[in-house]
């Protein structure tokens, strides 16, 4: 009993005095240092084995041709060369997009809208935001890939509304020129989980500044942008760059809704879809993992762009 | 003072257009009334593919495409009965597949996610500061540029076709999202009690154990809730990892079902996909406290 608390009382002194007792202070660093690698050493295996080797792995493959049967042939940038000459590649690039510009500029919107018309005072809040979030949960799953299959298809629930008032629908996932949409639709009907976080943050404006922007004449319209909108940045920032990178990686909606070919006419043909199809249908290892990195480095760069444009607009307080 | 305070939050707008017509408590009513009317007819817009698919899988299939209300005029539970063996085996199976997944997903990341994050909210260590960032930076990594290298190791280890690619990360705390939440959680602990619990002769590990993890349960089941979620819903890796049909799981035999009955069986589908959900929404009506708060405190400190 005396031992462990004259010991714990010489594990305090690093921290409260760092001067005296150096030597003591250096062996009981050296020991929280180990604790801490003993904590962590799960993490650093997965990161050694299951992140960082695989992403130098595959920045290694797409310098070369492999099949899995045989070794990897090193080819230097011919990888690269085809991909600027591969034609579904171009349009996969172009529906990925699309996807991306068209559907979380409108998700987020909406997001916000419904998180201020939902902010404070609003009686069984809890409820509604309940309503709203369901669907992010269950937005990227199989089984409503299925339903929108069924919803957008040619005798789908879509038409049959649109046939009570007369109008004859379109087979709205297997047209090509609305397959996309339908898609850009199901990630807006996700918009829950952003609103979520807005709603946090609205809860974080003091309303100490809406009193003063009132007592000043200020209306809604003004307090909305000059308070809301400025304070909520951050916010915005926040949700922007997550909803950005997951859009980017979309994948099992456009597989089922397509059954796995990106059609019709490579219109739902997404950049992971077509990674997929490169690298586990027709096996050409190398070429998949040069499209994977082409989209890392895509995704880090919108990811900087991002960081630094938010240094216009992101307000941070204080 | 007083009075201002407790009008604002409600209805900040309100105030100015009140003046205009009628009295300011009739009006505000009214408004009040409109604003649920919006938000409850936009929420059943919200719900309305749900609840129809939920109706639907207890309509004759040649009513479906006929119904689009949301009471079916006559319950027939036989799209569940077919929709279960439709596939090669009957559909327990597959959810059973599931369940061990889920179960040891949830057990891998409770445990090594937590540890991690330990560390870095409570422990000095070297490099701290670079192994934070990095292990932030993989949270954004797309798992598509790691895929056809984890894809090569899994095979040269014999693992394709097991449940193990699956699994084993989960217990090497590749989930760095769990990692980042328990670490914004453990910050907002008082220090003091690590601090009391060393006086009385506690070691590291026991601090962790018996002071932190206590307290850390909204975020542990905040972490165990998204985790069953995410990896039951999870179809990418299941797909490339299990060709087996013998080991598919709910998604990726919902997957085979609409390929191989296309659009002849949309009752049966509906049903199985039904069943598919069910478990989502069970969590989510049991947990969406935690759900909230997780999402709240991850996105803001």
């Known amino acids: ?318 | 003072m007083a009075t201002s305070l407790d009008r604002l939050p409600d209805d900040a707008a309100k105030a100015v257009d009140d003046s205009s017509t009628g009295g300011p408590r009739r009006n505000g009513r009214r408004r009040r009334i409109y604003k649920h009317v919006l938000l409850i007819v936009f929420g059943f817009a919200m719900l309305y593919p749900l609840l129809w698919m939920l109706s639907s899988s207890v309509k004759p299939s040649d009513v479906i495409f006929r119904e689009p209300s949301l009471i079916p005029s006559a319950f027939d539970f036989s799209n569940y009965t077919e929709g279960w063996n439709a596939l090669a085996r009957p559909f327990h199976h597959y959810l059973f597949n599931s369940l061990i997944i889920v179960v040891a997903s949830v057990i891998g990341n409770l445990i090594t996610c937590s540890m991690a994050a330990y560390a870095f909210a409570r422990l000095q260590f070297r490099g701290k500061k670079w192994f934070f960032a990095a292990m932030l930076a993989t949270i954004m990594l797309p798992i598509h540029v790691v895929i056809v290298p984890q894809y090569i190791l899994f095979n040269e280890l014999d693992w394709i076709n097991t449940y193990y690619p699956l699994i084993v990360p989960k217990f090497l705390a590749t989930d760095a999202f769990f990692i980042f939440l328990m670490v914004q959680f453990i910050r907002g602990l008082p220090r003091e009690l690590d601090d009391a619990a060393r006086i009385d002769g506690c070691g590291h590990f026991r601090i962790y154990a018996r002071v932190i993890m206590p307290l850390c349960v909204p975020a542990l089941a905040t972490t165990a809730i998204f985790t069953f979620i995410w990896v039951w819903n999870d179809f990418y890796s299941q797909l490339i990892f299990l060709t087996d049909p013998d080991l598919y799981t709910v998604p990726v035999a919902l997957r085979t079902f609409v390929d191989s009955q296309g659009e002849s069986a949309w009752g049966p589908l509906f049903a199985m996909s039904i069943v598919a959900l069910g478990p989502i929404f069970g969590f989510f009506l049991a947990g969406q406290r935690y759900l909230v708060r997780g999402i709240a405190t991850t996105g803001i400190k």
């Open chain 1, 1 to 318: 009993m005396n031992g462990t608390v004259e010991e714990s009382t010489a594990e305090q002194e690093p921290e409260t005095s760092k001067r005296s007792g150096r030597k003591g202070g250096n062996s009981l660093t050296k020991r929280e240092g180990r604790a801490a690698y003993l904590f962590l050493a799960p993490w650093f295996i997965g990161m050694a084995v299951i992140t960082i080797g695989p992403i130098l792995g595959s920045l290694y493959l797409s310098f070369t041709d492999y099949s899995l049967l045989q070794p990897p042939e090193w080819v230097g940038l011919d990888n690269f060369e085809r991909m600027l000459n591969d034609d579904r590649l171009h349009s996969a690039i172009v529906v990925t997009v699309t996807y991306v510009f068209v559907s979380v500029p409108l998700q987020l919107a909406l997001a916000l809208a419904l998180a201020f018309f939902l902010d404070r005072g609003v009686r069984g809040l809890p409820i509604y935001r309940s309503i709203y979030y369901l669907p992010s949960l269950l937005g990227s799953s199989v089984a409503i890939a299925i339903l929108w299959r069924q919803i957008f298809g040619t005798e789908g629930l879509i038409n049959q509304l649109l046939d009570v008032v007369g109008i004859q629908g379109e087979g709205w996932v297997s047209h090509p020129d609305y397959a996309l949409s339908t898609l850009i639709v199901l990630n807006v009907w996700t918009f829950g989980s952003p609103m979520v976080i807005f709603l946090a943050g609205l809860r974080q404006i003091p309303t100490m500044y809406y009193e003063a922007a009132e007592v000043d004449g200020a209306g809604p319209w003004t307090r909305f942008f000059r308070i809301t909108i400025p304070l909520l940045t951050p916010i915005i920032f926040f949700n922007l760059v997550l909803q950005l990178i997951g859009a980017f990686q979309t994948f099992t909606q456009a597989f089922i809704v397509s059954g796995g070919t990106g059609g019709p006419a490579d219109s739902t043909l997404f950049y992971t879809l077509y990674v997929y199809q490169r690298g586990f249908g027709s096996f050409e290892m190398g070429y998949a993992s040069a499209l994977a990195w082409f989209l890392l480095v895509v995704i880090a760069a919108f990811t900087a762009i991002n960081f630094l444009a938010a240094k216009r607009w992101v307000h941070y307080g204080d």
